[in-house]
């Protein structure tokens, strides 16, 4: 699994993408919850739309080197 389209998702599971050690794009999620441990070890996860994220869990992206928030404000 190297890209994963996320139209209409709402949610992202805890540990769904877990251990995908090969995923590098996350498109077109427009959901608000990203659950615990989602991404873990997610080394080539390069981006991700956080724009209308609310709630992101507890070790959500641990492991993960290279990212880019799209859509974030400090």
């Known amino acids: 699994l190297k890209s ?3 139209t ?3 949610t992202i599971d805890p540990q769904v993408f877990s251990g995908c ?3 590098e794009t996350v498109k ?3 959901g608000t919850f990203i659950g ?3 991404f873990v070890g997610n080394r080539k996860l ?3 739309n956080l724009s209308n ?3 992101i869990a507890s070790q959500a992206f641990q492991q993960c ?3 880019t928030f799209d859509g974030l404000d400090f």
Do not use: G, H, M, Q
């Open 4 to 6: 994963v389209d996320l």
């Open 8 to 10: 209409n998702v709402t």
């Open 21 to 23: 050690s090969n995923l």
């Open 28 to 30: 077109n999620f427009n």
């Open 36 to 38: 615990e441990s989602a």
């Open 46 to 48: 390069s981006s991700l």
């Open 53 to 55: 994220v609310t709630t």
């Open 65 to 67: 080197d290279i990212f």
